[in-house]
C-alpha cells in the first residue's frame, strides 16, 4: 500500500496534473469566497469539462475544487459574518465578532492553519481507511453492495433536512429521473414520452447536477440582492497590521492542538455519514467545542470557536470519500457529482477502487492533501485582494456563470435537447427548492439508480431470491428498516411538539437544513 | 441569503399559507404522476419494468405520508413553521410593497432571463450571442453603465473563444 500511495504520488506530481490540482484548487477559492456558491455547485459548473480528460487529471480538477471551498469560505463567514458556504455557518458566530473587534486577520490566520491541518488529517484518515476496509470491501457480493446503496439512499432521504418524507420524495424522484431510457441489463426503453429520442439514452448527469444545484442557487442569489457595500467590507478588515494578525492565529491553532485534531475526527466521521454533511459538521464540532472547551468566551469572539468547524469541515472531505470510493455511495450532492463525474471519466467506484484503479484512489488522497496545502497558503499570500471578491454582486457574476453553464451543459450530448432539459429542470429545481424538497436526495437516487439496479438484476440472475436471505442483506436491511422507522417516528413527534407550541401561542423554529 | 428580515409575519392557525398550499399541490401533482408510472410499469413482468416501480411506490408512500401529515397539522390548527433565514419570503415582501419587487415577481424575471438564453441558443450560437447577453443582462439587471456592459460583453467573449480554442470545447 505504502509502495502504491508513493506511486501515486508520482503521478499526480506530473507538471501535466498538476496543473489540473492547482486550476482546481483556484477555482475553489474563487467559488469559496462567492457567498452562497458552495462545493456542489462548483463541481456541478465545472463536471461537464472534465468528459474526455484523462481520469487521474479530471479527478484532480474536481477535488482540487472540492477540497478547497471550505477553506475560501471563511473570509465571508469572518469578515462580512456572511457563511460562504453552508458547512462555515458556525465559523460566523466567533469569527465575525472577532473581526469587528479589529482581529480579522488573526481569526483568518486560525482558520487557514487549521483547515489545512483539517484537510491533511481528513485526507490521512482517508488513507488509513483505505489499507483497513481493504478486504472487508473485496468480500462484499453484489446483494449487499445493493442493499448498501439503498442503506445511504434512504440514509441521505431521511437524514438531510429532518423531513423524511420530502428526502423520500426527493429520493424517489431521483430514482425514476436515473432509469429514463433504456434499462441497463435488457433493451426495455423506460418513461419514453412521444417521439422525443433524446430521452432514449437517459438525462445526461452533468445537466442535472447543474440544473439541481446550480441554476436555484443563482436565481435566490439574484432575488436576494444581497449588497455588500465597500464601507462595510473596509470596516471589516479594518485592522492594518494583517501579517501579524494572522501569524498570531497560527500560534492560536497550534497551542490547540488537541481541538482541531477532534474536531477533524469528528469532521471526518459526519462526512463518512450519509445524509449530514456540510451543513451539520460545523455546528457539531462547534457544540462539542463548547462543551469541552475550559474557560471558553464561544459567540463573544473566542479564536477557538473558529479553530473547531475549520478543522472540521475540511476533514470532512476525506470521511465522505470514503463511501463513494469504496462503496459507490454519496454521502452528500457534492460526493454524488464526484460519482458522476467518475462515470464520466470512464472509472466504476466500488471495490475497482482497491484493486485495478488503486493507484487512481491514492491519487485522491494526494488531491487533497496537496489541495488543502496549496489553497490555505494562497489565503496567507493574496488575503487582501481575494477577499475583495466577496463584494461582488451576484448580478454581475450571473450573466457570464449562465453562459459558461449553457456551454457546459451542451457538451453533454451536443443537441438543443440538453439546454432544454437544463432550462426545465433547472426551473422545476428552483420550485422544489422553494418548497421545502431536498435537492441532494435527487442527485443521490439519479446517481445510485444504475448502481441500484445494476445490482439487483445481477443479485436476481445469480441467486434468484435466494439472495435476500444473505446474512449482510438482512443485516443491511434491518439498519435501512430502522433509520426510516426512527426518521418518521422523529417526524411525527415533531408534529406532537407543533401542537404543544401551538396551543402555547408560540412559533415553531424552522427545520432549515443545509443543501450540501 | 435573501432581504428576509427575522420577523416573519405568522400565518393565523387553522388556515393554510400559500407555501403549504403550494406545498400540497406539488405532492398532489408528483402522487399523480407516480401512480401513472407505476400503472404504466405495472404492464410488465421482467425487471427492467419493475425497477421503476421500486421508485414509485417508494415516492407514493413518501406522498401520501405528507399528504397525511400536513392534515394532521391543519386539522389540529398548528400554525405554519416559522421561517428559516434563507426561505420563504418568497411570497411575502419584506421590506418594499412595491410588487415589482416581491421576491417571486424578481424570481420570475429571472427565471425569464434563463428561459431566454435557452430560446435564443436554439436560433443562434453562443459564440454570436453569448457576449450580447451578458452586455444586455448587466445593463438591464445590474444597473451597469452601457460602455462597461459593452467591455463586460468583451469579456464574455475572450471567455467563450478561451474554453473554445485553448480548451478544445465545441461551443454550440
Known amino acids: 500500500m505504502i509502495e502504491a500511495a508513493f506511486e501515486a504520488l508520482g503521478m499526480i506530481l506530473e507538471p501535466s496534473r498538476l496543473v489540473y490540482v492547482f486550476l482546481g484548487t483556484g477555482i475553489g477559492m474563487v467559488i469559496g469566497i462567492l457567498p452562497g456558491l458552495g462545493g456542489a455547485v462548483g463541481m456541478a459548473i465545472l463536471l461537464p469539462f472534465v468528459f474526455g480528460m484523462d481520469p487521474i487529471s479530471g479527478v484532480a480538477l474536481l477535488m482540487g475544487m472540492s477540497a478547497v471551498t471550505t477553506t475560501s469560505d471563511s473570509f465571508p463567514s469572518i469578515l462580512l459574518g456572511v457563511p460562504g458556504t453552508s458547512g462555515s455557518q458556525a465559523t460566523i458566530m466567533d469569527g465575525y465578532p472577532m473581526s469587528q473587534r479589529g482581529e480579522g486577520s488573526r481569526a483568518l490566520g486560525a482558520a487557514f492553519s487549521s483547515s489545512i491541518i483539517g484537510g491533511v488529517i481528513g485526507a490521512a484518515l482517508l488513507f488509513a481507511t483505505l489499507s483497513i476496509a481493504r478486504p472487508l470491501i473485496l468480500a462484499l457480493g453484489s446483494p449487499e453492495l445493493f442493499m448498501l446503496s439503498l442503506l445511504g439512499l434512504s440514509a441521505v432521504a431521511v437524514l438531510v433536512r429532518g423531513a423524511p418524507t420530502s428526502g423520500l420524495l426527493g429520493g424517489a424522484i431521483g430514482l425514476m429521473l436515473g432509469t429514463i431510457g433504456f434499462a441497463p441489463a435488457t433493451p426495455e426503453v423506460r418513461y419514453f414520452i412521444g417521439e422525443w429520442t433524446y430521452l432514449l439514452n437517459g438525462i445526461p448527469i452533468a445537466i442535472v447536477a447543474l440544473s439541481l444545484f446550480a441554476v436555484p442557487e443563482i436565481i435566490d442569489l439574484l432575488v436576494a440582492r444581497r449588497s455588500v457595500t465597500r464601507a462595510e467590507y473596509l470596516e471589516a478588515t479594518k485592522d492594518q497590521n494583517v501579517l501579524t494578525g494572522m501569524l498570531q492565529g497560527v500560534r492560536d491553532t497550534f497551542s490547540n492542538k488537541l481541538l482541531v485534531f477532534r474536531s477533524a475526527l469528528i469532521g471526518t466521521a459526519v462526512g463518512f455519514a450519509p445524509g449530514l454533511g456540510g451543513s451539520v459538521v460545523d455546528w457539531l464540532t462547534y457544540g462539542a467545542a463548547k462543551q469541552s472547551v475550559k474557560n471558553n468566551t464561544f459567540g463573544e469572539g473566542d479564536v477557538r470557536g473558529v479553530i473547531a468547524p475549520e478543522s472540521a469541515n475540511n476533514a470532512k472531505e476525506g470521511g465522505g470519500l470514503i463511501p463513494t470510493l469504496l462503496f459507490g455511495i454519496p454521502g452528500s450532492a457534492s460526493m454524488a457529482i464526484l460519482l458522476g463525474g467518475f462515470l464520466l471519466l470512464g472509472i466504476q467506484p466500488g471495490p475497482t477502487m482497491l484493486t485495478t484503479n488503486l493507484s487512481l484512489t491514492l491519487s485522491i488522497v494526494w488531491t487533497l492533501v496537496i489541495a488543502n496545502i496549496a489553497a490555505g497558503f494562497l489565503c496567507f499570500i493574496i488575503t487582501r485582494p481575494v477577499s475583495r471578491l466577496v463584494t461582488v454582486p451576484m448580478s454581475k457574476l450571473a450573466p457570464f456563470l449562465l453562459v459558461i453553464m449553457a456551454i457546459a451543459v451542451f457538451q453533454s450530448s451536443r443537441t438543443f435537447g440538453d439546454i432544454a432539459l437544463f432550462v426545465g429542470i433547472g426551473i422545476v429545481a428552483w420550485f422544489l427548492k422553494q418548497v421545502g424538497i431536498p435537492r441532494p436526495p435527487i442527485m443521490i437516487g439519479f446517481v445510485l439508480s444504475g448502481p441500484i439496479e445494476r445490482y439487483l438484476h445481477i443479485s436476481i440472475s445469480r441467486y434468484g431470491w435466494e439472495w435476500l436471505m444473505r446474512p449482510g442483506v438482512i443485516i443491511l436491511g434491518l439498519i435501512t428498516l430502522l433509520i426510516v422507522v426512527v426518521a418518521i417516528k422523529q417526524a411525527t413527534t415533531q408534529v406532537s411538539a407543533f401542537a404543544v407550541l401551538a396551543a402555547g401561542d408560540e412559533e415553531p423554529a424552522g427545520t432549515e437544513g443545509g443543501q450540501e | ?172
Open chain 2, 1 to 172: 441569503m435573501t432581504d428576509f428580515d427575522g420577523k416573519a409575519p405568522v400565518l393565523p392557525a387553522i388556515q393554510m399559507g400559500p407555501r403549504e398550499k403550494l406545498r400540497l399541490g406539488v405532492q398532489l401533482v408528483t402522487l399523480l404522476i407516480l401512480i401513472l408510472a407505476v400503472r404504466e410499469a405495472l404492464g410488465y413482468r421482467d425487471l427492467a419494468r419493475y425497477f421503476p416501480v421500486f421508485a414509485g411506490s417508494l415516492g407514493i408512500f413518501a406522498c401520501v405520508f405528507g399528504i397525511f401529515m400536513d392534515q394532521v397539522r391543519y386539522k389540529k390548527g398548528i400554525p405554519a413553521p416559522k421561517p428559516a433565514i434563507g426561505e420563504a419570503t418568497l411570497f411575502i415582501p419584506a421590506e418594499s410593497s412595491r410588487w415589482t419587487d416581491w421576491p417571486l415577481v424578481r424570481a420570475a424575471r429571472y427565471i425569464g432571463w434563463i428561459l431566454a438564453l435557452g430560446l435564443l441558443l436554439a436560433q443562434f450560437s453562443i459564440a454570436q450571442l453569448g457576449p450580447v447577453y451578458v452586455a444586455l443582462f448587466l445593463f438591464l439587471e445590474s444597473d451597469v453603465r452601457w460602455w462597461r456592459a459593452i467591455v463586460y460583453g468583451g469579456l464574455a467573449l475572450v471567455l467563450i473563444l478561451f474554453l473554445s480554442v485553448q480548451i478544445g470545447i465545441p461551443i454550440p
